[in-house]
């Protein structure tokens, strides 16, 4: 079982920079694909981007492409978030997801229901 635990979050000017990470326990962190979700006050938790285990491929969803960039450094346990270009529509809880099982190197999950493991989550808001 791996323990996500985010940080990164914060308050920002509308425009402005962030960037999240998510560190993963345990020595198996290349094993899983990761993802971010959002979830603002009110509303449903939201795909916002995926990478597969080895970083070779990754998805994000269209209210953030051309913003935001996932990563993930295998040999640190981390995964990250840069977000630019940031709009009070972005204001939200981030929270990043695992995925286990046998499934191929360069596949990633867009999906709530594909992830097993959740962190605690990390609060962006994005001032006008």
Same mark, same amino acid.
């Given at each position: 079982?791996?323990?996500?635990?985010?940080?990164?979050?914060?308050?920002?000017?509308? @425009?402005?920079?962030?960037?999240?990470?998510?560190?993963?326990?345990?020595?198996?962190?290349?094993?899983?694909?990761? @993802?971010?979700?959002? %979830?603002?006050?009110?509303?449903?938790?939201?795909?916002?981007?995926?990478?597969?285990? @080895?970083? @070779?491929?990754?998805?994000?969803?269209?209210?953030?492409?051309?913003?935001?960039?996932?990563?993930?450094?295998?040999? %640190?346990?981390?995964?990250?978030?840069?977000?630019?270009?940031?709009?009070?529509?972005?204001?939200?809880?981030?929270?990043?997801?695992?995925?286990?099982?046998?499934?191929?190197?360069?596949?990633?999950?867009?999906?709530?229901?594909?992830?097993?493991?959740?962190?605690?989550?990390? %609060?962006?808001?994005?001032?006008?």
């Amino acid at each position: 079982q791996v323990q996500l635990v985010e940080s990164g979050g914060g308050l920002v000017q509308t @425009g402005g920079s962030l960037r999240l990470s998510c560190t993963a326990s345990g020595p198996t962190f290349s094993s899983y694909a990761m @993802g971010w979700f959002r %979830q603002a006050p009110g509303k449903e938790r939201e795909f916002v981007a995926a990478i597969s285990r @080895g970083g @070779g491929s990754a998805s994000h969803a269209d209210s953030v492409k051309g913003r935001f960039t996932i990563s993930r450094y295998n040999a %640190q346990n981390t995964l990250y978030l840069q977000m630019n270009s940031l709009k009070p529509e972005d204001t939200a809880v981030y929270y990043c997801a695992a995925r286990s099982g046998r499934y191929a190197v360069s596949d990633y999950y867009t999906t709530r229901g594909d992830y097993d493991y959740w962190g605690q989550g990390t %609060q962006v808001t994005v001032s006008s």
